[in-house]
């Protein structure tokens, strides 16, 4: 079965950096667009990043443009959030995500905190 696995979450002060990491497995990995979402409590879930199959196509959320930078590495099965100038309003619970024939899968998300 399609498993997601996040780590790298942690607590840092404004400015500092984290790097995410998400290994997949049950999957053909490589084929298919890879997503970060983001969920800060009492609002809804909410779109980071996505990076397709080959790494050609990268998409950002406003927010993150130009601080947050996504990646794959297919042979390892892994995408990778490297978030830089981190803020507070970033903090959130982080969650790795993909559509597999049609179907939604989710990871267990790893929490970011951000303080001033």
């Known amino acids: 079965q399609v498993q997601l696995v996040e780590s790298g979450g942690g607590s840092v002060q404004s400015g500092g950096s984290l790097s995410l990491s998400c290994v997949g497995s049950?999957?053909?990995?490589?084929?298919?667009?890879m997503n970060w979402y983001r969920q800060a409590p009492g609002k809804e879930r909410e779109f980071v990043a996505s990076i397709d199959w080959f790494s050609m196509v990268l998409n950002y959320a406003d927010s993150v443009k130009g601080r947050f930078t996504i990646s794959r590495d297919n042979a390892k099965y892994t995408l990778y959030l490297q978030m830089n100038s981190l803020k507070p309003e970033d903090t959130a619970q982080y969650y790795c995500?993909?559509?597999?024939?049609?179907?939604?899968?989710w990871g267990q998300g790893t929490q970011v905190s951000v303080s001033e």
């Open positions: 995500n993909t559509n597999v024939k049609a179907t939604e899968y």
């Open positions: 049950g999957f053909t990995f490589s084929a298919y667009t």
